[in-house]
């Protein structure tokens, strides 16, 4: 992709984004998410990226499987555009944190999406490590479970069959899909050193260690609050019998 069709992907995405998060907003919600409607809309407009992107992803390696193998420098125009349409929505996204939340409640978003906002901006406009933006956006299947159970929380449908089966079901794919996926990225980078520039090898190996330490945090929690917690109350109501 010409650098034109790459920055017009990227401000069509802000757009397309932009517009589905206002549309959301108009639409009714649940008296519980009334609270925090702006959120409602963000976590909404979050979880289609993670859907489109989810879906997107394991598709470019079914349309061009040569990716897989050379992560560096093959790649198709639909690969690139998926990654340039990532862009697009942690731009709009970082935007919306920015204008709805202080900076204490958002920092930790705001610095992964300007990490992944560089290295993804750096593959684009080189057209280099496409491949390898692509295996990270894998974790995007995971997303749309993280995010539906957002979603189910501000609902008030944090209980039911419907919550755990999706908390089983995102606990199993953040396992595969963002800590194996993490992990294999950090290897491959690690075995191919000595074929990456060091401005790129350092950009990646920094981008890597952040994502790893915050999806290591964030899998703590998930665990603690899904199924450390429910544990506890299920044993404390045994002890009441």
């Known amino acids: 992709m010409e650098l034109s069709s ?20 108009q639409l009714p919600m649940p008296e519980s998410a009334c609270r925090n409607a702006w959120k409602w809309s963000n976590i909404s407009t979050s979880f289609l990226h ?8 394991v598709l470019c390696f079914f349309v061009q499987p040569q990716m897989a193998e050379d992560l560096i420098e093959t790649h198709s125009m639909f690969s690139h555009a998926l990654v340039s349409f990532s862009i697009g929505y942690f731009i709009n996204d970082f935007l919306d944190m920015v204008r709805h939340q202080n900076l204490t409640q958002s920092w930790e978003l705001l610095f992964h999406h300007t990490v992944v906002i560089t290295c993804f901006g750096f593959s684009v406009v080189s057209s ?15 997303s749309v479970f993280l995010h539906l159970r957002q979603i189910l929380r501000m609902a008030n449908l944090a209980v039911g069959t419907l919550y755990r089966l999706n908390s089983i079901i995102n606990l199993g794919t953040y396992v595969v899909f963002r800590i194996n996926t993490l992990a294999w990225m950090t290897r491959w980078l690690v075995l191919n050193r000595d ?3 060091l401005m790129a090898y350092t950009l990646g190996s920094v981008g890597m260690a952040i994502m790893t330490v915050m999806n290591i945090v964030l899998f703590c929690r998930l665990l603690k609050n899904d199924f450390l917690k429910s544990s506890t109350r299920e044993n404390k109501k045994e002890k009441e019998m």
Not at 6 to 25: E, K, M, Q, W
Not at 128 to 142: I, K, Q, S
């Open 6 to 25: 790459v920055i017009l992907t990227i401000g069509g995405s802000v757009g397309f984004f932009r517009l589905f998060n206002f549309g959301v907003g």
């Open 50 to 57: 993670s859907f489109i992107t989810a879906i997107w992803s």
């Open 128 to 142: 280099r490590y496409v491949g390898f933006a692509v295996v990270a956006l894998l974790v995007e299947v995971n």
């Open 195 to 197: 074929n990456v520039p």
